[in-house]
């Protein structure tokens, strides 16, 4: 599954040159990451957000490492599309593939490792039983 989601370039989001600044892209991803996981979660007949997630579990998402390979600049006014797709999993983490394209360009490709986390404990909590087949089953 591939999932896609759309965002516009602003004038916040540049430099004086109305180049994108390299942190940028990480809040790009983490939006994508975000509205995705509400989509599945939907798909699923449960809430994917984020709170309610924390509510209903006690579950928190936290990021474990970013690997960022940034190939050729966005600018002010592009409209970008991040591209999530499941990388792997396991029973506490799971790994996101997401480019940052502008017009079929891949201008950055970021490995997100996400881990599953108890908010109570502050420990490795296992990832919602309807998480990773929600990946496997949308088209």
């Known amino acids: 599954m591939i999932h896609r989601f759309p965002i516009r370039v602003y004038y916040s989001d540049t430099d004086c040159g109305g180049i994108v600044y390299h942190g ?6 983490e939006h994508a990451r975000t509205e995705m ?45 991040v591209q999530t797709t499941l990388e792997s999993a ?19 490709v970021l490995l997100v490792k996400v881990a599953s986390i108890n908010m109570q404990t502050h420990r490795p909590m296992p990832l919602p039983a309807w998480f990773v087949p929600a990946f496997t089953s949308a088209t």
């Open 24 to 29: 940028r892209y990480l809040d790009f991803a």
């Open 37 to 81: 996981l509400r989509e599945l979660g939907g798909k699923q007949n449960v809430s994917g957000s984020h709170t309610s997630l924390l509510e209903s579990e006690g579950l928190v998402f936290v990021v474990k490492s970013i690997s960022v390979d940034y190939q050729s600049p966005a600018r002010l006014d592009d409209l970008l599309e």
């Open 90 to 108: 396991k029973r506490f983490s799971i790994v996101f593939r997401q480019t940052v394209l502008r017009d079929g360009l891949s201008l950055c």
